[in-house]
């Protein structure tokens, strides 16, 4: 859908003229003058000679199409600053493909035949000399593991990765989609045997290990005789062992084949079995082996053996114009410090380790027009400084998140904010490392499970495009943020208990004042629309629909829970006007602290189980009670005059139900929600892209839980 261009929107850099104009091609030399005639041909070398150029009109650095970077990062800092209204540009010819690589290319010569007969004999027949090895000693590769015994999602920041066009070849797993699950557990080794009396069932462990043990299914015995004979390898398995909202990997110290069991060399925090159902937990703790030789059978994959010290690949097919790069460094692509009025336009950052695009501290920089794929943490981190834009960029393909944002002063009087602005970006299949708590958006969410926040005040999220993830679609935290206008679908394909938006915080943290207006949700089974998760004083909600078409157990359209308010029996008013819940197991839950000082008026709730939830807090504790509305809300059970929801318009017919038993409903403005076309971003993905109807992209449940962990499908 096509979107007008809100002039608020319109940035300051456009139109201006420069004085200066640096040019830089692969096919250049840094011994040119940097003409259009004469270009250089490294971003360092235009760098440099800007910093000796007059800034006070601004300079533009034009880069022909090509290929830059090849493992060293691009620096700009304080002295790379342009002057307000007359920025330093760095920007892509027009029409050419610039593409900024945190990888170096791999040569023919870097893919060896494997000749050892005890690797070949870790391999079948079938594909022995397709499988090539990549010595890492000699490339000189640092990042070269091992993984740690226990380790979290940052565990993959220890290996190199590798990619093809920008898209991330898979690291060899079984099985190749889908769970391993136990059979039971026989040793917890840490946590509470008792979630309801944590404190009297606790049993303590040598945190150096072992670690828990397991019995593992009859189905998976000849899967684990084949990972015993690597044991000194190292055998790591990955997976949701006490939660689906934690992820860890453990290395297997043991397998016992008679017993059908496996150990692990430690214990991790709270130990393994699922948490309501210990000791033995319940049989449906999903995991599966990640990085072992013996699993490699598909196009593409590879592993990193550590005792070898070599990545075995299963090389896929590519054009002759295609290259196999390898990542090994943690740094940005392009770092962005302390450096204010630089503008980043039109470029392609693909293939790192860390980050894609860094900026921190500084004032007014822009990112905008660029695509950034193939990145293992975000694609985009604004850390600090003043009003900085990221606009119109296409960021996919994404071991972490989207966009992090952070800045401000929350603690000062008045607060301070840092005024960072996300807008009109497509995020999407992002989480594919880290796979949960690593949002399309992270607008000061920290603490993954336990909660918390990092300072992120005044920051403004709208007009986004966010889509297909297993976990959150945008986390928040901290103060005085509005999102308004973002399209949000098929988030929490894997793990729930979140959801399209999402805060676990409390207000003695400087937490609250936090608006969200016109921001459409929908298509997630397992999902919840908007969450707060403990405490949510003063926040605004007006005009979204949360359409989750829920088809387990639970899923709530709006969820307002008792948080401190139990404690301290302080009052957190909220205001929830004007807001459609539709195909919802719970439209509206409502706690509060009587008598409530906020709005709840003009809401509607569609075809949901429970449409209207009322809860007051009494004595520390949660109860029903009657509704303490301010005004009119309706429910009911079929579509009440939108003009089809199945096709996702919710457009209000004239003299519909709606109308005439909610009056003070008023229109949702859908034409303003999601991307828009602008001076970076010239065309919109079409529908078939998209796949809004989930033809290509059907959900399967995930992993989804009650609240007891017990299954929804």
């Known amino acids: 859908m096509k979107r007008p261009l809100p002039g608020m929107l319109l940035f300051l850099f456009l139109g201006v003229v420069h004085a200066s104009n640096l040019f830089v091609s692969p096919?250049?030399?840094?011994?040119?003058?940097?003409?259009?005639?004469?270009?250089?041909?490294?971003?360092?070398?235009?760098?440099?000679?800007?910093?000796?150029?007059?800034?006070?009109?601004?300079?533009?650095?034009?880069?022909?199409?090509?290929?830059?970077?090849?493992?060293?990062?691009?620096?700009?800092?304080?002295?790379?600053?342009?002057?307000?209204?007359?920025?330093?540009?760095?920007?892509?010819?027009?029409?050419?493909?610039?593409?900024?690589?945190?990888?170096?290319?791999?040569?023919?010569?870097?893919?060896?035949?494997?000749?050892?007969?005890?690797?070949?004999?870790?391999?079948?027949?079938?594909?022995?000399?397709?499988?090539?090895s990549i010595d890492l000693d000699k490339l000189g590769v640092k990042t070269a593991g091992p993984f740690a015994d226990v380790f979290h999602d940052s565990g993959f920041h220890t290996i190199p990765d590798l990619f093809l066009d920008g898209k991330r070849l898979p690291l060899s797993r079984y099985p190749k989609t889908g769970y391993l699950r136990f059979e039971k557990v026989i040793d917890n080794a840490g946590g509470p045997t008792d979630w309801r009396n944590p404190a009297t069932s606790v049993k303590k462990v040598d945190p150096n290990g072992p670690g828990g043990t397991f019995v593992y299914r009859v189905e998976d015995a000849p899967r684990f005789e084949i990972w015993k004979r690597q044991l000194d390898r190292g055998v790591w398995l990955r997976g949701y062992w006490r939660v689906t909202w934690e992820v860890s990997g453990l290395r297997l110290s043991a397998i016992d084949p008679a017993a059908r069991s496996a150990t692990f060399a430690k214990p991790i925090q709270n130990g393994i079995g699922n948490k309501y159902t210990r000791p033995a937990g319940n049989g449906r703790e999903a995991y599966w082996l990640t990085n072992l030789l013996e699993e490699i059978s598909e196009p593409g994959e590879w592993c990193i053996d550590f005792k070898d010290r070599k990545i075995y690949l299963y090389p896929p097919a590519h054009s002759a114009d295609s290259s196999?790069?390898?990542?090994?460094?943690?740094?940005?692509?392009?770092?962005?410090?302390g450096a204010s009025d630089i503008v980043l336009q039109g470029l392609v950052v693909e293939s790192n380790l860390g980050d894609g695009i860094r900026i921190a501290g500084g004032e007014h920089d822009l990112v905008a027009g660029c695509t950034v794929r193939g990145i293992d943490c975000y694609a985009v981190t604004v850390d600090g400084g003043k009003e900085h834009v990221v606009q119109s960029n296409d960021l996919y393909d994404l071991g972490e998140g989207g966009i992090w944002l952070g800045g401000g002063d929350e603690a000062s009087l008045p607060r301070v904010p840092a005024g960072h602005r996300v807008v009109n970006n497509h995020i999407f299949?992002?989480?594919?490392?880290?796979?949960?708590?690593?949002?399309?958006?992270?607008?000061?969410?920290?603490?993954?499970?336990?909660?918390?926040?990092?300072?992120?005040?005044?920051?403004?999220?709208?007009?986004?495009?966010?889509?297909d993830t297993p976990h959150g679609g945008i986390l928040y935290g901290s103060m005085d943020s509005i999102f308004e206008f973002n399209e949000i679908f098929r988030w929490c394909l894997v793990s729930n208990d979140l959801g399209a938006f999402y805060a676990y915080d409390l207000r003695t943290r400087h937490f609250g004042n936090v608006t969200f207006r016109y921001n459409f949700m929908h298509d997630s089974r397992?999902?919840?629309?908007?969450?707060?998760?403990?405490?949510h004083p003063?926040?605004?909600?007006?005009?979204?629909?949360?359409?989750?078409?829920?088809?387990?157990?639970?899923?709530?359209?709006?969820?307002?829970?008792?948080?401190?308010?139990?404690?301290?029996?302080?009052?957190?008013?909220y205001d929830c006007s004007n807001n459609v819940a539709m195909d919802c197991k719970t439209g509206f839950e409502f706690v509060t602290l009587l008598p409530h000082q906020g709005v709840i008026a003009d809401n509607v709730a569609v075809n949901c189980v429970r449409p209207f939830v009322w809860e007051n807090v009494e004595q520390g504790k949660t109860k029903t009670c009657p509704p303490f509305a301010t005004g009119t809300n309706l429910a009911v059970a079929s579509n009440p005059g939108f003009a089809d929801p199945a096709a996702l318009d919710f457009r209000i017919q004239s003299g519909s139900q709606l109308s005439r038993e909610l009056p003070g409903f008023q229109p949702i403005p859908l034409e303003k929600i999601g991307l828009y076309v602008d001076e970076y971003r010239r065309t919109l993905p079409t529908e078939e892209e998209l796949d809004r109807a989930g033809k290509r992209h059907p959900q399967d449940g995930g992993l989804g839980y009650d609240i007891l962990d017990r299954p929804q499908h």
């Not at 090994?328 to 410090?337: G, I, L, T």
């Not at 969410?445 to 926040?453: A, E, K, L, V, W």
């Open 538 to 573: 003063d926040m605004k909600l007006i005009g979204n629909i949360v359409d989750l078409r829920s088809d387990g157990k639970r899923g709530t359209g709006y969820l307002f829970k008792g948080g401190s308010m139990g404690k301290d029996s302080v009052a957190q008013p």
């Open 27 to 132: 096919s250049g030399s840094d011994q040119a003058d940097g003409s259009r005639e004469h270009p250089f041909a490294t971003l360092a070398r235009a760098r440099d000679t800007a910093r000796a150029l007059p800034k006070e009109e601004g300079i533009t650095i034009w880069i022909a199409g090509g290929d830059y970077l090849f493992g060293e990062s691009l620096k700009l800092t304080a002295e790379d600053s342009g002057k307000p209204g007359h920025p330093v540009i760095w920007r892509a010819v027009e029409g050419q493909t610039v593409r900024l690589l945190g990888g170096r290319k791999l040569s023919p010569g870097d893919f060896q035949a494997i000749n050892n007969p005890a690797t070949l004999d870790r391999i079948p027949s079938a594909l022995r000399g397709k499988i090539v």
């Open 429 to 467: 299949d992002f989480s594919k490392l880290a796979l949960v708590y690593t949002p399309g958006v992270n607008a000061g969410f920290t603490g993954g499970g336990s909660g918390g926040h990092h300072p992120a005040v005044g920051m403004y999220v709208a007009h986004n495009l966010i889509h």
């Open 324 to 337: 196999i790069l390898l990542a090994d460094r943690s740094e940005p692509v392009v770092s962005v410090e």
């Open 526 to 535: 397992i999902g919840d629309g908007i969450y707060f998760d403990m405490d």
